[in-house]
């Protein structure tokens, strides 16, 4: 009787904050192939940092070097213990009766220097228990072969701001294809490189390079690289494999702060050099970079007094590989900002900020989470998809990451509201024609945020740092979620 109660509160929730997303008493359901699963990460759960000939990544380093950095001071060397507790994540798969699960490989476990000649047989041994377990309960493994642990000595080099890395991740892809592609045929290449390039090379992210305007564009320039030379070797060497390989990006949409015609520019502004950035290249008919980005680096670069663009330059070869270089378009999607337009001041030092122009806020009275960024706006969700039907002819979407943070605590009412709302938001898009092929929540348990540490919780199951043992309980969404992966329907009432 009590989840009786505690469902009716949230089906109120969901019906306040499910403005366009669809009437929250009525039942849906997604189409009988459709997958649904959780998702997870490397360096956020794996713990064992410098275990059994795993090499050094730049989260290690920084992590390391400036704890006063991250919001607790905590680090990942720990944190889930997951690669010590594969068969009892994999327990917790099985009770969510989800269809996927999708984690990443570290490239240093794989390879300690980053370099292809110096190979770890035990990171092969960890991923591939891990991918036999999945199989063996009929749970498909999709794999991203980079979650922004990038090995300390390539960050030596330069990083993703030196091209040779392009063909470093691809020598490390073809490692990756050879060992797991018999039993792996979901791959994605790169998980949100808008984030790690923008908040990692422009920023003060790992590895911290904080050259906005400079390295961030480098990187996302070397990563698009990276990725049609891993997309195109799949197609040339490991076709009957018969897998698949996408990217995956992330998509907060930017609706116009009011209906003038400077704010609807803004909003499509800001969606290019956020999205556009990285989806352009790959799903545009054109192909490159938005032209929107092109003209605005280049025309402040000038008024800079650089003798050329910031924005690195394609090749016609570069633009020809990496246009339809995809199978299927990864996306992730939290949350929704306005978009307005900007002073139209150009500042001597150069930055992202400067060259998109837009300025970007959210309204106070969206509902709040555990995160100062996230809001909750399901309609966001909805429109993010249209719009990528529309902009990019529909390719195929896999959700890759949804979810919502919430303070501790089994009771998580308003992580279950979030994730009902936003699902009948996706259902409503899907109803609309969007080519929608699963939804995957972030995450399966509590985690390393990155730079809040674990003052976010994110899981379906509470994870206590406290213990030893790294105990996982489960929270209301973890039941909640379960009777939606095994009927793939939302659910009206509990039994």
Same mark, same amino acid.
């Given at each position: 009787m009590e989840f009786k109660y505690v469902f009716i509160a949230v089906i109120l929730a969901v019906t306040y904050l499910s403005v366009?997303?669809?009437?929250?008493?009525?039942e849906i359901c997604f189409p009988p192939k459709f997958m649904f699963g959780v998702a997870t990460a490397a360096y956020?759960?794996?713990?064992?940092?410098?275990?059994?000939?795993k090499g050094e990544s730049i989260w290690d380093r920084y992590t390391h070097t400036h704890p006063e950095r991250i919001f607790d001071h905590n680090n990942g060397d720990i944190t889930d213990d997951s690669y010590h507790r594969v068969d009892e994540d994999v327990k917790l798969l099985v009770e969510l009766g989800v269809q996927h699960y999708r984690f990443s490989?570290?490239?240093p476990r794989i390879l300690p220097t980053g370099l292809s000649n110096?190979?770890?047989?035990?990171?092969?041994?960890?991923y591939s228990s891990l991918i036999d377990a999945l199989k063996k309960h009929d749970i498909e493994p999709m794999v991203t072969m980079y979650h922004w642990d990038l090995p300390q000595c390539l960050q030596d080099l330069g990083g993703w701001t030196n091209p040779i890395i392009a063909e470093y991740f691809t020598d490390y892809a073809r490692i990756l294809y050879h060992y797991f592609g018999d039993r792996v045929k979901i791959w994605f290449t790169f998980n949100e490189p808008l984030s790690f390039c923008k908040e990692g090379y422009g920023g003060a992210d790992a590895p911290a390079a904080n050259s906005s305007g400079f390295e961030d564009y480098l990187c996302g320039h070397n990563v698009l690289r990276a990725h049609a030379k891993a997309y195109r070797l799949y197609e040339q060497e490991f076709a009957e494999q018969g897998g698949s390989v996408g990217i995956v990006l992330d998509f907060a949409w930017m609706e116009p702060a009011t209906t003038s015609k400077e704010d609807q520019r803004a909003a499509e502004t800001a969606r290019q050099f956020t999205f556009g950035w990285f989806a352009n290249p790959i799903f545009s008919t054109d192909g490159d970079y938005p032209p929107i980005m092109k003209q605005?680096?280049?025309?402040? $670069?000038? @008024?800079?007094?650089?003798?050329?663009?910031?924005?690195?330059i394609?090749?016609?070869?570069?633009?020809q590989a990496l246009r339809g270089a995809f199978d299927f378009l990864g996306l992730n999607h939290y949350t929704t900002y306005l978009a307005s337009q900007g002073n139209g001041k150009i500042y001597?030092?150069?930055?992202?900020?400067?060259?998109?122009?837009?300025?970007?806020s959210q309204k106070p009275d969206w509902p709040k989470s555990n995160s100062t960024w996230l809001r909750v706006v399901p309609w966001g969700f909805r429109r993010v998809v249209n719009y990528i039907r529309q902009t990019y002819h529909n390719p195929p979407v896999l959700v890759t990451e949804n979810g919502?943070? $919430?303070? @501790?605590g089994a009771r998580d009412v308003r992580r279950v509201a979030y994730v009902d709302a936003y699902l009948r938001a996706l259902h409503a898009a899907y109803t609309e024609g969007c080519d929608i092929r699963g939804y995957t929540y972030w995450s399966l348990i509590d985690n390393f945020e990155w730079t809040r540490g674990f003052s976010e919780r994110f899981g379906l199951y509470d994870v206590d740092y406290s213990s030893k043992m790294r105990k996982r309980t489960p929270r209301l969404s973890a039941q909640y979620y379960a009777k939606v992966a095994k009927t793939r329907c939302l659910p009206t009432t509990w039994d």
């Open positions: 366009e997303a669809g009437v929250a008493n009525a956020q759960i794996e713990g064992a940092w410098n275990v059994s000939g490989i570290s490239w110096e190979l770890n047989e035990d990171g092969i041994r960890y605005r680096i280049g025309e402040i $670069s000038k @008024r800079q007094n650089f003798p050329r663009s910031r924005l690195p394609f090749t016609p070869e570069e633009v001597p030092q150069p930055s992202f900020a400067t060259d998109m122009g837009v300025v970007i919502v943070s $919430s303070e @501790r």
